[in-house]
């Protein structure tokens, strides 16, 4: 993988075009050394790398954690280091750009938690002997993305797995007649 521009030590995270139009490949940390001189706020030190954190059953949920500053504010991803590879459980956080950071990251944490600890999905014995996943308490959250091998419809996240929409379709087949509500959140809001 492409080493990071300036540090030549970390990956690449962002390109980042320069006011006198050079274009550098760069880490997040670098990208925030140079936001915060650029914004004239102090970074209060953080290690980017890898959190674990205890969900359900004991399950232990390794996150990659980075610090992102940009023009608008200070803010933490965490993406789910999953086997596979696959999409798992994401959680993001954003903050004023003169918010306490050591904080911001507490409340990440308290997210991520909430977040790993909440199931909406359960396998139920239907009538005819078969089991199937259906949602526990006939409401669902989770996140959308991109689906490499159709780019038209999009993959779901529930519960930290990957599901193709037609399997999130057929766990609401039971529900027939029924209404439902579906509302769109950004990654930084509570979906919940
Ligand atoms: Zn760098």
Redesign the pocket.
Request: proline residues 0%; charged residues 20%.
């Given at each position: 993988m492409r080493k990071?521009d300036?540090?030549e030590?970390?990956d690449v995270n962002i390109n980042l075009v320069l006011p006198d139009g050079d274009n550098k490949a760069?880490?997040w940390?670098?990208n925030n050394n140079l936001m915060a001189e650029e914004l004239g706020i102090q970074l209060m030190p953080f290690d980017n790398g890898v959190y674990e954190y205890t969900g359900l059953n004991g399950q232990k949920h390794k996150f990659r954690i980075y610090k992102i500053v940009n023009p608008v504010g200070i803010g933490f991803e965490a993406n789910e280091i999953t086997e596979e590879d696959d999409p798992g459980y994401k959680v993001c956080i954003l903050g004023e750009l003169d918010c306490d950071q050591q904080d911001l990251f507490k409340q990440l944490e308290g997210k991520i938690k909430k977040t790993i600890s909440a199931k909406y999905l359960e396998t139920a014995s239907l009538p005819d002997g078969q089991t199937r996943l259906l949602l526990k308490n006939d409401d669902v959250v989770g996140r959308l993305e991109y689906n490499e091998f159709d780019g038209e419809v999009p993959l779901v996240i529930i519960d930290g797995q990957v599901f193709s929409w037609e399997e999130l379709g057929r766990m609401l087949n039971i529900y027939e007649g029924f209404q439902f509500k579906l509302s769109i959140h950004d990654i930084i809001e509570d979906a919940e």
């Open positions: 990071c300036i540090c030590k970390n760069i880490c940390e670098c």
